[in-house]
């Protein structure tokens, strides 16, 4: 299941639920900022958007879809993978 999120720098925002998994990727965006550290990432923030940290509901992305919140996030170079709870 795919989702796409037009930000702002007109940015094509890709959210993918990984089938079986409780992970959505992220992707679509090459300038971005984090904070936290290296190992705790509490949130991620491309240019043009969206901002996502813990907590967030992705879940929002997709519709009909239900909570699909942010538990942690793991910036892996041009893919994000969120780690969601629903």
């Known amino acids: 299941m795919k989702a796409t999120y037009y930000n702002r720098d007109g940015d094509n925002i890709t ?10 990727s992220m992707s679509g965006f090459t300038y971005y ?3 936290g550290d ?7 923030d491309p240019a043009g958007g969206p901002f996502i ?5 992705v ?4 519709d009909g879809e239900p909570k699909m919140i942010v538990s ?3 910036n892996d170079g041009p ?3 969120l780690i ?3």
Not at 38 to 44: A, Q, V
Not at 59 to 62: A, N, S, W
């Open 79 to 81: 893919k994000t993978v």
């Open 33 to 35: 900022r984090t904070g």
């Open 72 to 74: 942690s996030i793991i």
């Open 84 to 86: 969601i709870k629903m």
């Open 59 to 62: 879940g929002r992305y997709f």
């Open 53 to 57: 940290q813990i907590g967030t509901d």
């Open 38 to 44: 290296k190992h705790n990432i509490e949130f991620i």
């Open 15 to 24: 959210f993918e639920k990984i089938h079986n998994t409780n992970t959505v």
